[in-house]
Nanobody, 125 residues
Framework: QVQLVESGGGLVQAGGSLRLSCAASGRTFSSYAMGWFRQAPGKEREFVAAISWSANNIYYKDSVKGRFTISRDNAKNTVFLQMNSLKPEDTAVYYC??????????????????WGQGTQVTVSS
């Protein structure tokens, strides 16, 4: 079992930045690839970014490339999502997730066994 807790969400103006964190506990953090997903009201959950256990594989949704950066600190059992140049369309609840496919950076939610409770990000225009 892995427990995931997100933090760092909030309200920010367009063009601003936020840094999300996801702290993991339970089984060895480096056994898992990690992903960030988001869900806006009335929409399906969508992939944002993913990182393999060693950070050798990283994958982003096209619309966040160049603006968002995913990283991880295995010594601190934490994965991060640095979000810059935020846009109103980035408004959503952001979730982190853990996948035992540790060498991959999967974009499919089905690849992830464990999920956090989510943190709200609101970008005002």
């Amino acid at each position: 079992q892995v427990q995931l807790v997100e933090s760092g969400g909030g309200l920010v103006q367009a063009g601003g930045s936020l840094r999300l964190s996801c702290a993991a506990s339970g089984r060895t953090f480096s056994s898992y690839a990690m992903g960030w997903f988001r869900q806006a009201p009335g929409k399906e959950r969508e992939f944002v970014a993913a990182i393999s256990w060693s950070a050798n594989n990283i994958y982003y949704k096209d619309s966040v490339k160049g603006r968002f950066t995913i990283s991880r600190d295995n010594a601190k059992n934490t994965v991060f999502l640095q979000m810059n140049s935020l846009k109103p369309e980035d408004t959503a609840v952001y979730y982190c997730a853990a996948s035992s496919r540790r060498y991959a950076a999967d974009s499919s939610p089905a690849a992830y066994e464990y999920w956090g409770q989510g943190t709200q990000v609101t970008v005002s225009s």
